[in-house]
């Protein structure tokens, strides 16, 4: 079946490194592929996202490319902040069908 | 209203009472969806809604959970016979154009549910 995996957290990182988030999926079909963040109190909030192989989603300093040959979708920042501590989703929606299908969860840790 | 709004934001029963989850969707979009996370994992699908009609409830869990959607706007999803393993937070989410590439769906801040 449809499904995403990310990797395990928490990552801790100091402030200004470099970030990447690992996410890759299996989909039959032609998946669209998301990043959603969830600040600690808050609901999820879509970062940015890709509907076809080799679209580059940004937001905020966030990119990830949508690598159809890897079937993978990494979330990169080239300088964190304290303000990035959030736990990070990786998901994908078919066209043909409608819910997102979600990896279990980043949790980053940014620390001054 | 600007966003997805649930309430209550928390909710604390006893196993076996009935309790009721509220979304309100943002105004004019026509998908609602209820999504389920446990502790450590990314959101679960329950139900999807298209206007007032559950166009697939294939993720709810079993037939002590139940959503409505009467008039095409707020939804309500109802848990009968609370058990502690339903203990979780619920999301709703709502989006203008399901089945699409433009489906991005919006979040409300979720209800915890607690079941002592």
């Known amino acids: 079946g449809d499904s995403v995996t990310q990797m395990e957290g928490p990552v801790t990182l100091s402030e200004e490194a470099f970030l990447t988030i690992n996410c890759t999926y299996t989909?039959?079909?032609?998946?669209?592929l998301f990043w959603y963040v969830q600040y600690p109190g808050e609901g999820l909030q879509l970062l940015l996202k890709?509907?076809?192989a080799d679209d580059k989603g940004s937001n905020k300093g966030f990119e990830a490319t949508y690598r159809k040959e890897t079937t993978s979708f990494h979330l990169e920042k080239g300088s964190v902040q304290v303000s990035d501590s959030a736990v990070y989703f990786c998901a994908l929606n078919l066209d043909s069908n409608y819910q997102l299908i979600w990896g279990a969860g980043t949790k980053l840790i940014i620390k001054p | 209203g600007a966003g997805v709004s649930q309430t209550p934001s928390n909710k604390v029963t006893e196993k076996g009472k009935y309790v009721e989850l509220r979304c309100d969707p943002i105004s004019g979009h026509t998908a609602l969806y209820w999504y389920r996370q446990s502790l450590g994992q990314g959101p679960e699908f329950l139900i999807y809604f298209q206007g007032t009609g559950a166009a697939d409830d294939s993720g709810l869990p079993n037939d002590r959970f139940f959503a409505v959607r009467p008039e095409g706007s707020v939804s309500t999803l109802k848990i009968q016979r609370t058990e502690r393993g339903d203990s979780a937070v619920y999301l709703c989410?709502?989006?203008?154009?399901?089945?699409?590439?433009?489906?991005?769906?919006?979040f409300g801040a979720g209800t915890r549910l607690s079941v002592l």
């Open positions: 989909a039959t079909g032609y998946p669209s």
């Open positions: 989410a709502s989006s203008l154009d399901p089945g699409t590439a433009k489906n991005i769906q919006y």
């Open positions: 890709a509907t076809k």
